[in-house]
Nanobody, 124 residues
Framework: VQLQASGGGLVQTGGSLRLSCAASGRALRSLTTAWFRQAPGKGHEVVGAIKGSSSNPYTADSVKGRFTISRDNSKNTLYLQMNNLKPDDTAVYYC??????????????????WGQGTQVTVSS
């Protein structure tokens, strides 16, 4: 699976961005897909994840109510809608995919396909 992330940029506090992750080589609906982020000096933090054909995505408490993860199977693309952005959301955002069981959805080591990362910077 090849993943191509896009949509990052510079935005002011309270602004919105939508990240996209276009996949090729395999249908995302057959895999667990997720968004992670990595701030400077920190490890990968899960933002959200969708398992296979599930319609009930996981969203991290730190972004719940502001971020929405979704997937368009017809376009084989994963999305992350980010609203009410805060400076603490500044990070490189990565999409990931793999054959991951539910209990491992938040573990970055469980994913073996990664996009190249897209920078999100939120100014105060």
């Amino acid at each position: 699976v090849q993943l191509q992330a896009s949509g990052g940029g510079l935005v002011q506090t309270g602004g919105s961005l939508r990240l996209s992750c276009a996949a090729s080589g395999r249908a995302l609906r057959s895999l667990t897909t997720a968004w992670f982020r990595q701030a400077p000096g920190k490890g990968h933090e899960v933002v959200g994840a969708i398992k296979g054909s599930s319609s009930n995505p996981y969203t991290a408490d730190s972004v719940k109510g502001r971020f929405t993860i979704s997937r368009d199977n017809s376009k084989n693309t994963l999305y992350l809608q980010m609203n009410n952005l805060k400076p603490d959301d500044t990070a490189v955002y990565y999409c990931a995919a793999g054959s991951v069981i539910s209990s491992e959805m938040t573990n970055p080591d469980a994913y073996n396909h990664w996009g190249q990362g897209t920078q999100v910077t939120v100014s105060s």
